[in-house]
Nanobody, 119 residues
Framework: QVQLVESGGGLVQPGGSLRLSCAASGSFSSINVMDWYRQAPGKERDLVATIARDGSTNYVDSVKGRFTISRDDAKNTVYLQMNSLRPEDTAVYYC?????????????WGQGTQVTVSS
């Protein structure tokens, strides 16, 4: 059974940094796109950053220049380095991956990790 396990959330002051990790485990043949989403209280889950198998990345405008997504395919892990954090970055952060087990790629989500930016 494929699982995505996140870590690295917590409480940080405005201007601080956090690094989120999401590791895929289980039996699978390959991982396609890997994304980070976030969901603030009372709001929809929104895409924050995405990284393709070739390493190309895209970010939502509000995090450009502050967040960096990366992946280590040897470890089946995606990271989100978050710098210059703002209170409006407070949310539950979820990782997503398109993973091939048998046949076509399927969607998998992590359990979510809370990020709180507050003084």
């Amino acid at each position: 059974q494929v699982q995505l396990v996140e870590s690295g959330g917590g409480l940080v002051q405005p201007g601080g940094s956090l690094r989120l990790s999401c590791a895929a485990s289980g039996s699978f043949s390959s991982i396609n796109v890997m994304d980070w989403y976030r969901q603030a209280p009372g709001k929809e889950r929104d895409l924050v950053a995405t990284i393709a198998r070739d390493g190309s990345t895209n970010y939502v405008d509000s995090v450009k220049g502050r967040f960096t997504i990366s992946r280590d395919d040897a470890k089946n892990t995606v990271y989100l380095q978050m710098n210059s954090l703002r209170p409006e970055d407070t949310a539950v952060y979820y990782c997503y991956a398109g993973i091939r087990t048998t046949g076509s790629f399927r969607s998998y989500w992590g359990q979510g990790t809370q990020v709180t930016v507050s003084s």
